[in-house]
């Protein structure tokens, strides 16, 4: 069966986040950080990023269905604390390397 793959996009709360996040906010991207290598080390997560400028972050991750998706994407603790807004989207891997 083929897994069910789904994308977050993630948005800073300001264009200019990455300046001056306040310690709070770069403390919460710490643990975001180490929220999706868990992720990546339980093999769910495939690839995450952000852009150079900071205005959007991506993770491309597997997951059951729609619901279990969406039950990771808000334990992500930048979307909890409301540091960064995400969207969760279907997404189609068509192709990429190793496969």
Request: hydrophobic share 45%; no cysteine; glycine share 6%.
């Amino acid at each position: 069966m083929t897994p069910n793959h789904f994308i977050i996009v993630y948005r800073p709360p300001r264009p200019t986040f990455a300046e001056d996040a306040t310690e709070k906010e770069s403390a919460i991207i710490g643990e975001h950080f180490e929220f999706l290598k868990r992720l990546l080390a339980d093999k769910v997560l495939l690839i995450a990023g952000r852009t150079d400028d900071a205005s959007m972050g991506i993770a491309v991750f597997q997951a059951p269905d729609r619901p279990a998706a969406e039950k990771i994407m808000r334990a992500d603790p930048a979307v909890k604390a409301g540091v960064f807004s995400a969207e969760l989207h279907r997404y189609r891997l068509a192709l990429f390397a190793g496969k």
